[in-house]
């Protein structure tokens, strides 16, 4: 059967995916083992932040894909999705993956202060990151051997893109490789395969 599915990080009626209304959704996919990736697109008549301040493609690329999953994160992590189910895979794809250190350091740093952890969570953000949560790179990302270290190989995954005219094909595993020399091969396995099954249950 299938293994996972995605959604879109973009809220929907004005409502972010923390909802208490996707509460059935995200317990269906617990119970079910299901995966549940993120992923930003230009259609469907969906609200995309950032877009208000600029005209060109190029520029409304850069800020929807990447913020619109950063809000998703945040939502997931802060929001208390991950800390009520427990056993919920998510990923956050095709947005890059650099921001996501930066990300979980300002989420964990306003849970430590109590003046701004309005969370209701237990549990540290870059904690739940760990157990529920992956994130996917592009083949060409420079800050991909630093990130694997910092969050660690197997919660990383790749992407080809494949078949979009932007994507990195043929020859993507041949770039992930480069970006990762000088790491353990233990390193490189998770990254080039590990992360992935672990997060559509494959192991």
């Known amino acids: 059967g299938f293994k996972g599915g995605f959604i879109r990080p973009n809220p929907y009626t004005d409502k972010m995916v923390d909802a208490p209304i996707y509460e059935p959704f995200w317990a269906a996919a ?13 259609g469907g008549g969906m609200p995309q932040v950032g877009i208000d301040r600029f005209e060109g493609r190029g520029a409304r690329h850069i800020i929807t894909h990447t913020m619109e999953m950063m809000l998703a994160c945040l939502a997931v992590i802060w929001g208390g999705v991950c800390e009520r189910h427990p056993k919920l895979r998510v990923a956050f794809l095709e947005s890059g993956g650099g921001w996501i250190a ?4 300002r989420m964990d740093r306003h849970f430590d ?3 701004f952890n309005d969370s ?27 990130l694997a270290d910092y969050i660690g190989g197997n919660k990383i995954m790749w992407a080809t893109d494949y078949p979009h005219p932007d994507g990195f094909f043929p020859g993507a595993p041949d770039m992930v490789r480069k970006q990762l020399e000088g790491t353990s091969a233990a390193t490189q396995q ?10 559509y249950g494959l192991n």
């Not at 930066?102 to 350091?105: I, N, R």
């Not at 998770?190 to 997060?199: L, T």
């Open 113 to 115: 202060d109590q003046g």
């Open 190 to 199: 998770q990254v080039m395969a590990e992360g992935a099954k672990s997060f």
């Open 102 to 105: 930066p990300w979980l350091d």
């Open 30 to 42: 617990e119970d079910l083992d299901f995966a549940i990736g993120f992923h930003e697109g230009a």
């Open 120 to 146: 209701g969570l237990k549990t540290r953000p870059s904690e739940l990151f760990q157990r529920n949560c992956w994130i996917s790179f592009e083949p060409v990302e420079g800050s991909l051997r630093v």
